[in-house]
């Protein structure tokens, strides 16, 4: 069928063909990108069928399925097996997560880093990984897990984050990311319910989409998660799962507080519950808190997954977490490390290794710590807003008035020269409380300066004030 019997055919995405580069696949969802940042393609839109829309644009089909599953890969698009595939609900925010849709000279308070210029106490690590005399046998398909010297070495971390366990139930995964991903392709089917908060950790909901699980936003206050309204949802529906970050949520700051985490216990044991357990942030407030809050994954150990990264507190570019897992599980999370990974980067994980055996564990920390510090204390100059429960945290959040647009509010500051996000990108609908979140931890101080000028200047046109 030529294009032009198309004209009154009832296709609901018409890209054009005569802009169509090679590779065609990529070059068709960077129209379909174009069409969503411009309103015309709206979440959930079932697009054409492959068949379809390559007669439409007469290219052969499996063009279009390459194109459909590059697109459903970079969180655009979803499938649902005999309807068809359709416009992701976060496909806009997934559009723009990456820092390859940004200019070089814009500052980038988007994208949560941690301080690079302490990468500079990793380059010698790195240099002694490599010359040592095993690093032969880093480079294989062994241990998939972490070797048991790795895997030794993270216990005696993890301790001293409150998480006592057996190196039997460690598994090194290519970040907190990768960690999540391994989590939910063990334990979950498409359909199964997760209990998030209200506002939570946008990867974990694209992530969500593309398992198919349902999250369940549960309101919070200070203290975290309310557990009456909890145990709400899972009187009205089965509730399979639970996500936290108890240290510092993602994206408000706040830290879950002992007494909260023992209501939610009760809850999570009665209904039985798997927690996941999100606790990036554990070096950090365990290093200026006098007394160690408890983790789940010590208050219920066996229906607790445990994650800490090391990229938020040794190096962003070093993708390495520590999975900690219930025993009876063991299967199911080997089996899907092994589907999912094959195996995390040895040399990697080896350097992170040598890292914490070392002193400069204590020397990056100091200095993430006193940069947190000054940079929320940056902060604080140009805003009058009180800190969350969690007193350093590596972003903060303004206020703004909720009749503004997410898209007007990022692209206008986008040409200002800043990048923020909207808090849409964190909650699975429309919030009363709309703000937009800064990360703290992405720049320099004198670049952190900068941007917060330039928010300060032109903030008031987006608030309630």
Request: proline letters at 4%; one cysteine or more; hydrophobic letters at 40%.
């Amino acid at each position: 069928m030529s294009i032009n019997q198309f004209d009154d055919y009832p296709l609901t995405w018409r890209p054009d063909k005569g802009s169509l580069k090679r590779p065609v696949y990529k070059s068709l969802i960077k129209q379909l990108e174009e069409d969503i940042i411009s309103g015309a393609l709206q979440k959930n839109t079932r697009l054409p069928s492959q068949r379809e829309l390559a007669d439409y644009l007469d290219i052969n089909f499996t063009t279009v399925g390459q194109a459909y599953k590059y697109g459903i890969e970079k969180g655009l698009l979803y499938t649902n097996i005999g309807s068809g595939t359709f416009i992701s609900q976060n496909a806009f925010n997934s559009i723009t997560i990456s820092t390859d849709k940004v200019r070089e000279d814009i500052i980038d308070f988007g994208l949560v880093s941690s301080f690079e210029e302490c990468n500079k106490w990793v380059v010698p690590h790195i240099k002694a990984v490599s010359e040592e005399n095993h690093l032969i046998d880093l480079l294989n398909y062994q241990d998939p897990l972490g070797s048991e010297r790795q895997k030794t070495s993270a216990a005696q971390w993890l301790s001293k984050q409150g998480v006592h366990t057996l190196t039997d139930n460690i598994a090194v995964v290519s970040g907190v990311q990768n960690g999540l991903a391994i989590i939910l392709a063990a334990l979950f089917s498409p359909g199964d319910r997760i209990a998030v908060d209200r506002y939570t950790y946008s990867n974990f909901i694209e992530l969500a989409i593309l398992f198919h699980l349902e999250v369940v936003p549960i309101d919070f206050d200070e203290s975290g998660m309310l557990p009456e309204l909890l145990a709400i949802e899972c009187k009205k529906k089965k509730i399979h799962g639970i996500f936290l970050m108890p240290s510092c949520n993602n994206p408000i700051g706040f830290q879950m507080s002992f007494s909260r985490r023992q209501e939610l216990v009760e809850i999570i044991k009665r209904e039985k519950l798997w927690v996941i357990e999100d606790d990036i942030h554990a070096f950090m407030t365990n290093y200026f808190q006098e007394e160690l809050v408890p983790p789940f994954q010590a208050m219920i150990p066996s229906q607790t997954l445990y994650l800490a990264g090391m990229t938020k507190f040794i190096c962003s570019g070093l993708r390495v977490a520590y999975l900690v897992f219930p025993p009876q599980i063991s299967s199911l999370i080997r089996k899907s490390i092994f589907n999912i990974n094959v195996k995390t980067s040895g040399f990697d994980t080896e350097v992170i290794t040598k890292i914490l055996l070392s002193d400069t564990v204590d020397t990056i920390l100091t200095e993430k710590f006193q940069l947190t510090k000054r940079a929320n204390e940056l902060f604080d100059s140009y805003f009058a807003l009180s800190r969350p429960s969690n007193l350093y945290p590596y972003y903060r959040v303004i206020p703004i008035d909720s009749s503004i647009e997410q898209r007007q509010i990022e692209q206008d500051f986008l040409k200002r020269g800043v990048r923020i996000y909207h808090s849409n990108r964190f909650t699975i609908q429309k919030q009363k409380d709309p703000f937009i979140r800064v990360s703290l931890s992405s720049n320099g101080l004198d670049v952190l300066d900068e941007g917060l000028q330039i928010i300060k200047e032109s903030i008031g046109m987006y608030t309630n004030s």
